[in-house]
């Protein structure tokens, strides 16, 4: 493409981008822009996918498996989602499956964590998905139109998935002291993760600036981790739970919580591969992509049927 050309509709483009005008599927974008998003968008869906894996422990109460196979299945419906829109943008949903099971691409890191008792469903679902929707909640705005557009259906039912978490651990703290202690034991193993959640801080983030530029983002990485922490720190102190860190500390001036430092160390050898679950959580995606594999096949056999009739 000529130069002049090629400047003129990135011009363009941004001045969509400025005046918060939705890019949609068949609009001009840069190349770069598609590949971002793309990035984004599909390691969202494997997140979503791979996160129901941890939810595996069994529920104390009919109630409790009834809510729980209820929020699985909303997680599966989010991973639909967004590997629809992420198809809009040109590339085919197996091929970043595969990408994800070759290990190519990567998913939250929050999910090579093991859950051990019922008290790690509670954390996960107040911490992990109030962290998620922490992180979520701007993406109703960005500047992808299929993107955004999934994200305002996906954020009503995370909030419902904070609120079920939440309910866990109070009702634990308010327990014996045995399911107390668990509560704890769980927020103190979940705590540090859930914050890791966010990604790199911004001093090392490869991407943070021109997804701002772009729209794609709306918060930087740490602006997000802060408000997770001011968002949390009060509603541990409600229900007599400690956060595992004994730097936190409400800071008058800045108007919101010092935490602790993160251990980066750990953050890059769960990214990098090398968690505590990394194998088993890609092992299991392999085997249901091949004991479904019959599933696919009848499906496209009837469907061709049906199209020759």
């Given at each position: 493409m000529d130069t002049l050309i090629?400047?003129?509709?990135?011009k363009e483009f941004q001045e969509k981008i400025d005046k918060d005008i939705k890019i949609e599927p068949n609009d001009w974008m840069p190349e770069s822009y598609r590949k971002t998003l793309i990035r984004q968008i599909s390691q969202h869906a494997?997140?979503?996918?791979?996160?129901?894996?941890?939810?595996?422990?069994?529920?104390?109460?009919?109630?409790?498996?009834?809510?729980?196979?209820?929020?699985?299945?909303?997680?599966?419906?989010?991973?639909?989602?967004?590997?629809?829109?992420?198809?809009?943008?040109?590339?085919?949903?197996?091929?970043?499956?595969?990408?994800?099971?070759?290990?190519?691409?990567?998913?939250?890191?929050?999910?090579?964590?093991?859950?051990?008792?019922?008290?790690?469903?509670?954390?996960?679902?107040?911490?992990?998905?109030?962290?998620?929707?922490?992180?979520?909640?701007?993406?109703?705005?960005?500047?992808?139109?299929?993107?955004?557009?999934?994200?305002?259906?996906?954020?009503?039912?995370?909030?419902?998935?904070?609120?079920?978490?939440?309910?866990?651990?109070?009702?634990?703290m308010k327990g014996t002291e045995e399911q107390k202690a668990m509560a704890q034991d769980a927020v103190n193993r979940f705590w540090w993760p859930s914050l890791m959640m966010f990604g790199p801080s911004d001093a090392d983030s490869k991407h943070t600036e021109q997804s701002i530029r772009w729209r794609i983002k709306r918060h930087t990485n740490d602006e997000l981790r802060q408000m997770f922490v001011d968002a949390t720190v009060p509603q541990a102190e409600l229900i007599g739970l400690t956060l595992p860190d004994p730097a936190l500390a409400w800071n008058e001036s800045r108007g919101h919580y010092d935490f602790g430092d993160i251990d980066w160390d750990e953050f890059w050898q769960v990214v990098g591969g090398n968690g505590p679950c990394n194998k088993e959580r890609i092992e299991a995606r392999i085997k249901a992509k091949k004991d479904g594999e019959w599933v696919r096949e009848a499906a496209l056999a009837y469907a061709k049927k049906h199209q020759t009739n």
């Open positions: 090629q400047d003129k509709l990135e494997h997140s979503e996918i791979v996160g129901m894996l941890p939810e595996g422990n069994r529920a104390p109460s009919l109630r409790r498996k009834a809510v729980l196979l209820a929020k699985v299945q909303d997680e599966a419906g989010h991973g639909l989602y967004l590997y629809s829109a992420t198809e809009t943008l040109g590339v085919s949903r197996e091929d970043t499956i595969d990408d994800l099971h070759a290990g190519k691409v990567k998913y939250s890191s929050i999910f090579n964590y093991p859950t051990l008792t019922w008290a790690d469903i509670g954390a996960i679902g107040w911490l992990v998905d109030g962290a998620a929707i922490m992180n979520q909640v701007p993406l109703c705005r960005t500047s992808y139109g299929p993107y955004a557009r999934a994200m305002v259906k996906i954020c009503k039912e995370e909030s419902f998935h904070q609120r079920q978490g939440y309910e866990i651990i109070s009702n634990l």
